[in-house]
């Protein structure tokens, strides 16, 4: 079982281009999530989805978009990169959807450099 | 609403010593608590979990973790530590009442000394 894939693995972006993270998830979870982790900031939530069809906002969701359109896929989407968006982004699911103590399963996570 | 303090951003240890990882959380309701270990270049991994079983929990590589709510405190312990321990640590809360999302600690890193 392959789990959480991301796409891609890493990334130079240069500033005001759009990107989208892809993430994909075999474990037919209901929940997805898009963190990102800073040096001393631990992970930070950027959006979420309790269910296929619904997102919502977390902690530091200005400059991404995201959308549900089914199961298995959760795709982050940077309209126009700044420098502030370089970050390691990691994608995590789990069974929970409406039950957040259910362990969540993370991606391998994805590297974007914004200059 | 939660958060989690995380009392040290680095520990270091003796191969062989004890490890000894601080966390306070602070949650309106019964939480759930969580470690995760990160290892270099790599994604979160989980080591344990509260969910208001046995107030010991006990996870993978030998690690364990005592939930005391009088202390609001969920440290993560081990009585022996290997090379391979030496990683990124996340303590983690959940409130189990609505859609609250998990929330991270900063993360406390751990060298082991050979």
């Known amino acids: 079982t392959a789990g959480i894939t991301q796409a891609p693995t890493s990334q130079i972006l240069a500033a005001g281009r759009s990107m989208t993270l892809r993430c994909t998830q075999d474990?037919?979870?209901?929940?997805m999530y898009w963190y990102r982790q800073d040096l001393g900031l631990g992970l930070r939530l950027i959006h979420y989805?309790?269910?296929?069809?619904?997102?919502g906002k977390g902690e530091v969701p200005d400059g991404y978009s995201v959308s549900r359109a089914n199961t298995d896929d959760f795709p982050l989407t940077l309209a126009s990169a700044v420098p502030s968006q370089t970050s390691v982004y990691f994608c995590?699911?789990?069974?929970?959807?409406?039950?957040?103590?259910?362990?969540?399963?993370f991606g391998p996570g994805t590297r974007l450099t914004v200059l | 609403a939660q958060s989690v303090t995380q009392l040290d951003s680095h520990v270091s240890v003796s191969e062989g010593t004890p490890v000894l990882l601080r966390c306070n959380y602070s949650?309106?309701?019964?939480?759930?608590l969580f470690w995760y270990v990160q290892h270099p270049n790599k994604g979160l991994q989980l080591l344990l979990k509260?969910?208001?079983?046995?107030?010991l929990v006990k996870g993978i590589n030998g690690f364990e973790a005592e939930f005391k709510k009088s202390e609001t405190s969920f440290h993560l312990t081990k009585p022996s530590a290997h090379m391979s321990d030496a990683a990124e640590y996340f303590c983690v809360v959940s409130e189990r009442s609505g859609n609250t999302p998990l929330v991270f600690g900063k993360g406390t890193r751990l060298s082991v000394i050979a």
């Open positions: 949650s309106s309701y019964s939480p759930s």
């Open positions: 474990m037919r979870h209901n929940a």
């Open positions: 995590a699911s789990s069974d929970g959807g409406d039950s957040p103590y259910n362990e969540q399963f």
């Open positions: 989805s309790n269910t296929a069809g619904t997102t």
């Open positions: 509260y969910t208001s079983a046995a107030t």
